[in-house]
């Protein structure tokens, strides 16, 4: 998803000790494809500290306090993202939003490709996402964005007009924090976006 922030690697003993298993219970995991490595020139495999996290966090296990400055990257807490391939719809809602909460910018994308470069090379703490875009669909960007620690977790909010169960459904086993369906309610998104962004400013001044 845009710029490669992954600098920090470790070998599959490090890996294995950070788990609290033996090396080959690690090497089994990469070559199983649970976890997922690359190979040196030399034969060994190496492992980026935010891949060790999804596969330990996926899994439900401790992550060590070695890999927290990776788990907790921070977010621009006043930037949110708006990706909608409608426009005219993705204009009204910057303008309603930068608006109607003071302190805020809105940045834009028009399809799935450039939400993700504009994610990961500018960490907005909310993305309003689009369920059904070009290039990549919501719900696949959502895991995305989900499965990829280093951006921050940013709070998401889907937006769709196709309002079924198992839209609703399949949006937040994706992730999503919540949905709205089209037409918008702008009253009750806007209120919602806020409530995310005050909860997540809370939780960082704690």
């Known amino acids: 998803m845009g710029k490669d922030r992954r600098v920090r690697t470790y070998s ?11 090396n080959q ?18 034969g060994q495999y190496r492992i980026y500290a935010e891949d060790l996290i999804v596969f ?17 990257a921070e977010v621009n807490a006043s930037l949110v993202l708006i990706v909608d391939d409608d426009q005219d719809l993705n204009m009204v809602l910057k303008r309603i939003l930068e ?24 960490r907005p703490a909310l993305v309003l996402l689009d369920y059904d875009l070009p290039g ?19 709070s998401i909010i889907s937006m769709t007009g196709l309002d079924t169960p198992d839209v609703r459904e399949s949006l937040l086993a994706a992730g999503a924090d ?11 998104l806007i209120r919602r ?11 960082a001044g704690a």
Request: charged letters at 25%; a negative charge; glycine letters at 10%.
């Open 178 to 188: 919540d949905y709205f369906s089209k037409p918008l309610d702008f009253e009750g």
């Open 56 to 72: 330990l966090e996926e899994r439900k296990m401790r992550v060590p306090a070695e890999l927290a400055p990776a788990a907790n």
């Open 136 to 154: 990549i669909d919501g719900v696949s960007l959502c895991s995305r964005i989900r499965s990829d620690p280093s951006i921050g977790k940013p």
């Open 99 to 122: 608006c109607s909460l003071p302190g805020i910018t809105a940045t834009q994308a028009f399809d799935g490709f450039e939400a993700g470069r504009l994610i990961a090379e500018q």
């Open 193 to 203: 976006t806020g409530e995310l962004l005050t909860v997540r400013a809370t939780k």
């Open 12 to 22: 599959a003993l490090e890996a294995a000790e950070l788990c609290g298993v033996v």
């Open 25 to 42: 219970t690690a090497i089994n995991w990469i070559k199983a494809g649970y976890l997922k490595a690359f190979t040196t020139p030399g």
